[in-house]
């Protein structure tokens, strides 16, 4: 059962993830670490959460991890990451690494079909240049859609020509749709696939995740005992808690660092 977290109440579970041995926190990007903005790249960290985390960091065995739908070269721009960073990355719904001390970890996996994605691209950009307010975004993988800018109207029509262009030409590429965006991948990894990779690398006993679109919750279906699930905003969740924006996740974030710090005194 999911209940909604108030800013400043002691919670069990908040208190058993701040205190576990070795902590993995996982934030999904658009509508959990930046509030939802209509230009997708203009997106950025909001300065409390990012304070919240630079707390998180400087802790010992607390590692940060971004995981996002984005592609790495986008969330890369987004998160304002540098190649010192000490944050982790988990990009295209997990099918791509960025891992603090060596970089850049390569896909796993099939590779896809030499030029798939550009005759997708092809295919799909005057669809949506059609649409006002439409707008395409490559990505690594294969592509999305954004609608911030268009009435609900536009964002049916569009969608409904785009995902009948892909089930006649690109049956087999997997589908996501989220808030204002639908996207298509050639790879099958999703989000699950990160929680496993970072609890791994990482050596984790309990991860922190917190997100707030459908993609997210193939990552909050796997979380395990000791872990902790933060759904931010409306919507059906596996997540254990619930808060209302990403204001009150930097409030969370504010509060996991305290009794984290405390408990290391």
Avoid at 83 to 111: C, I, K, N, R
Avoid at 112 to 123: K, N, Q, V
């Amino acid at each position: 059962m999911t209940r909604t977290w108030t800013p400043g109440t002691e919670d069990a579970d908040l208190t058993a993830i701040a205190t576990t041995p070795r902590l993995v926190i996982a934030l999904d990007f658009d509508g959990t670490a930046s509030p939802l903005v209509a230009e997708p790249m203009a997106a950025r960290a909001l300065p409390t959460v990012k304070t919240q985390l630079d707390r998180l960091v400087e802790l010992p065995d607390t590692l940060i991890a971004y995981v996002s739908g984005r592609s790495m070269h986008d969330l890369r721009i987004i998160t304002e990451h540098e190649d010192d960073s000490a944050v982790a990355l988990a990009g295209s719904h997990g099918a791509q690494y960025w891992f603090p001390g060596t970089g850049h970890a390569e896909p796993t996996g099939e590779a896809t079909a030499e030029g798939a994605r550009e005759e997708l691209w092809a295919a799909a950009r005057p669809i949506i240049e059609r649409y006002e307010g439409a707008e395409f975004e490559p990505k690594t993988f294969g592509m999305g859609v954004h609608t911030r800018r268009a009435t609900p109207e536009v964002e049916r029509a569009v969608f409904a020509e785009i995902d009948a262009l892909v089930a006649e030409r690109f049956p087999h590429w997997r589908r996501r749709s989220g808030h204002r965006v639908l996207e298509f991948s050639s790879r099958d990894e999703g989000k699950d696939a990160a929680m496993s990779a970072l609890r791994e690398h990482f050596d984790a006993t309990g991860i922190l995740f917190a997100g707030d679109d459908v993609t997210d919750e193939d990552a909050m279906r796997v979380l395990q005992p000791g872990d902790l699930g933060v759904r931010v905003g409306p919507g059906e969740t596996a997540a254990t808690l619930r808060v209302e924006n990403p204001q009150q996740i930097a409030e969370l974030l504010a509060q996991v660092a305290t009794e984290r710090a405390a408990g290391r005194e």
